[in-house]
């Protein structure tokens, strides 16, 4: 049965496609010359096309044909999507993903946000925009775990009002990572020697070429479980559970099932479920509309370059990953 709305669009379209082929008609063919029909023609053609076109997103924007808003998730969370030449642009860009998620609040249909996640999470002040972001979404909010919602990625599920999975979900790893490179041995062996430079006890804290001082590991250390805290805090508040059963789970990841057991995941199933259950929020059949990224030339060409350059033999290097540094030491979730 077709709505209202729906109708709306097809008058919209019809209207644009009649007043295009007159005016197309009037201008090219019935006061041009007789060796330009041909021409005129074709031009008729190309501007109802064209009517079609902007009526079409005229209509789209007047009665929109969506009610819920999809933002996927996909891949490492880094500010910008990491990649370079010797990595795959396959990571999930925290401020592109941010500004999906506002423009599907501002835009006329998007009541409900669907969340799509299929991450093991990433760089930590990144992942925290997007939480933030899908906090602020001004309706139903409901993260749906496909393969991977895990560390980053589950701490953004955790400012949504319903996590799903499936089955074979992966979820949890409530934790924090640091981690840093011990060169030291091998610059001894090629003869390379560490001179400080530094103005404060703790600079070069975590600098590979250095030798790791009890001191510097304790400050470290510090920094890993205050990230720890905050996690851990934030998810207790988002997913209205205990701290202290959150810590229990000792950063470790569950399967769907056995998430749901633990209360870190409010149903299980698949997507059509998920969108069966958002329709009943809404009180209407849910109908979806993902947002994605807008790209211009420079960043398609980008983009292309580095698929290139990494199906080229450079997939090694993926094997490192893009998180943010602090003089040497790596911190993620």
Not at 171 to 197: C, M, P, T
Not at 221 to 242: H, K, P, S
Not at 245 to 270: N, P, Q, Y
Request: charge should be negative; include cysteine; proline fraction near 3%.
């Amino acid at each position: 049965m077709v709505s209202t709305s729906g109708l709306a669009r097809l008058g919209i379209a019809l209207v644009a496609a009649l007043v295009a082929a007159v005016l197309g008609w009037l201008l090219f063919v019935r006061f041009s010359a007789d060796v330009a029909d041909l021409l005129g023609i074709l031009l008729v053609i190309a501007t109802v096309l064209g009517a079609l076109k902007l009526a079409g997103n005229v209509g789209e924007t007047l009665f929109p044909s969506y009610n819920v808003a999809e933002v996927a998730v996909e891949g490492p969370i880094t500010r910008d999507g990491g990649g370079g030449i010797t990595t795959p642009p396959t990571g999930a860009s925290a401020d592109d993903i941010v500004e999906q998620i506002e423009q599907a609040d501002e835009a006329k249909g998007a009541e409900a946000l669907l969340l799509k996640l299929n991450t093991p999470g990433g760089q930590i002040v990144p992942s925290e925009d997007i939480r933030l972001a899908a906090e602020r979404f001004d309706g139903p909010t409901v993260a749906y775990a496909t393969d991977v919602c895990a560390s980053g990625g589950y701490d953004i599920a955790a400012g949504c009002d319903e996590l799903w999975a499936r089955e074979g979900s992966i979820v949890g790893s409530i934790g924090v990572i640091g981690s840093r490179v011990n060169a030291k041995e091998l610059a001894d062996r090629v003869g390379l020697s560490y001179e400080q430079f530094t103005a404060g006890e703790y600079k070069d804290a975590g600098t590979p070429l250095k030798e790791l001082s009890e001191d510097d590991r304790e400050y470290l250390q510090g920094i890993v479980d205050d990230y720890y805290d905050q996690f851990v805090e934030t998810v207790a508040e988002g997913r209205e559970m205990d701290s202290e059963t959150l810590r229990e789970t000792e950063a470790r990841i569950f399967l769907g099932e056995e998430a749901a057991d633990r209360g870190l995941v409010d149903e299980i199933g698949t997507r059509q479920a998920v969108e069966a259950a958002l329709g009943d929020r809404l009180g209407e059949e849910a109908a979806v509309r993902e947002f994605t990224p807008e790209q211009g030339l420079a960043g398609r060409l980008r983009g292309g370059a580095q698929r290139v350059a990494f199906s080229l033999g450079a997939g090694v290097a993926s094997a490192f990953d893009d998180t943010g540094d602090i003089d040497g030491v790596s911190f993620r979730r």
